[in-house]
């Protein structure tokens, strides 16, 4: 069992920075990917960024050069420092790992409960 923790959403005006943090806890054998997800009101959720454990990292388009992620291995940490935001980044950020929790075991997807991300303009 793996569980993913969030904080550090809250309400920023336009041009602010947040920086969200994700702590993963539990049964832990291996980390492959972690990553940040978006979901807008009314929207999909997508991808804002991921990270390998090797420390590959890939953006969206709407956040690339404004948005940093960053992991501790040691720690199953996943950061994301957010600046120059806009309006339409308002969403509930979502975070994500795809691990094993024995060695033996294939891959699974776990997802954290979402932390709110507002900005005002």
């Known amino acids: 069992q793996v569980q993913l923790v969030e904080s550090g959403g809250g309400l920023v005006q336009t041009g602010g920075s947040l920086r969200l943090s994700c702590a993963a806890s539990?049964?832990?054998?291996?980390?492959?990917?972690m990553a940040w997800y978006r979901q807008g009101p009314g929207k999909q959720r997508d991808l804002v960024a991921r990270?390998?454990?090797?420390?590959?990292?890939v953006y969206s388009g709407s956040v690339k050069g404004r948005f940093t992620i960053s992991r501790d291995n040691a720690e199953n940490t996943v950061n994301l420092q957010m600046t120059s935001l806009k309006p339409e980044d308002t969403a509930v950020y979502y975070c994500?790992?795809?691990?094993?929790?024995?060695?033996?075991?294939?891959?699974?997807?776990?997802w954290g409960p979402g932390t709110q991300v507002t900005v005002s303009s």
């Open positions: 994500y790992l795809r691990g094993a929790t024995l060695p033996y075991r294939a891959d699974n997807d776990y």
């Open positions: 539990g049964t832990i054998f291996r980390i492959n990917t």
């Open positions: 990270i390998t454990d090797g420390g590959t990292t």
